[in-house]
């Protein structure tokens, strides 16, 4: 065949289902979606070439044609074939769960029930709430709970606004108003909303109580939202329809959640990777020594071999954190730093003394290090 082969490109088979194919499309759109791989441009040819296959396989006659004619029988129509953002998926059953903000573009919440959407209807704002963290609930994950105060659908009237929609009057239904002026350079004609029935060529005849014909009410609500382990600070995630109620029934907005990650008091985060500075001190350095470090699942030992040099990392794996988009966790990075004893006794000076008599050369490092070139 030639061309390309969509099902090569999303890994499933000539045979696979629509679910596999979808399941196939999720993950790899992920995987290799342009804001998670900002420093790879090669992921946005791919993640084209999978957004082109899956708009191929999730519709029956495409894939038909494609299956008999192969891909470059949709080059003919003239229409390119690469730009396939916008394609509807809700070809594919639609529903996808809450997903990361990322993918929000391709599994837009607003494209599912607008073919049945009134024109009286409108789709409810976008919230934005934000929400604080710490290090540890990163590693773990959690939940928090948001209140929230927005607009909900009216339980009097289930959002409808009322009973008995009809045309409006005023603009016959055509939702705007034309006006005609004179004016010494011709006539000029201009169009606006229709005041009566607020642009939309509908009116209602039993308004309702509780919402005043809009179809929302205010009221607090509280959310649990659920926090995946891994994330990073800064990430937004979605939560479809919790945003505002749509005017008249019409389709819920999104919410979107901010994560901030609070800083951590010792640990530092270096993407999955936990990074620590210990200190140590000079006889634990010399003569090697267990030592108890903090980690983000309590104290763990560490081992600090004979002859550490100060600022010597060591890594301990497994001790970061999870990572977000697979299996797997970081290392926690521990950095010693050789104290060095500010105040000290007669007695301890004069042992020090001693070790230095002992050690000779060794001592002063530089002076052996300067022997090799003078
Ligand atoms: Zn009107
Ligand atoms: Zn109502």
Known sequence: MAGKDYYDTLGVTRDSSKEEIRKAYKKLAKKYHPDLNKDDSSAEKKFKEINEAAAILSDDTKRQQFDQYGSESFKQGGRSSANYSNFDFSSFGGNFDDIFDHLGDIFGGSFGGRSSQKRSQRRGHDLQAEIEITLDEVAKGTKKVLQIRKNEKCSDCEGKGGTGLESCSNCHGSGSIRDARRTPFGIFQTTSPCRTCAGSGEVIRNVCGGCKGNGMVKSEKKLEVDIPEGIENGSRLRLSDEGEAGYRGGPSGDLYVIVHVKPHEIFERHDEDIYLEVPISIVEASLGDKIEVPTLDGKASLKIPAGTQSETIFKMKGKGLPYLHSY???????????????????????????????????????????KKFF
């Open 328 to 370: 797997g966790e970081g290392d926690q990075l521990v950095k010693v730093i050789v104290q060095t004893p500010e105040k000290l006794s007669k007695k301890q000076k004069k042992l020090v003394e001693e070790l230095g008599k002992e050690l000779g050369d060794k001592v002063e490092p530089s002076k052996s290090f300067f």
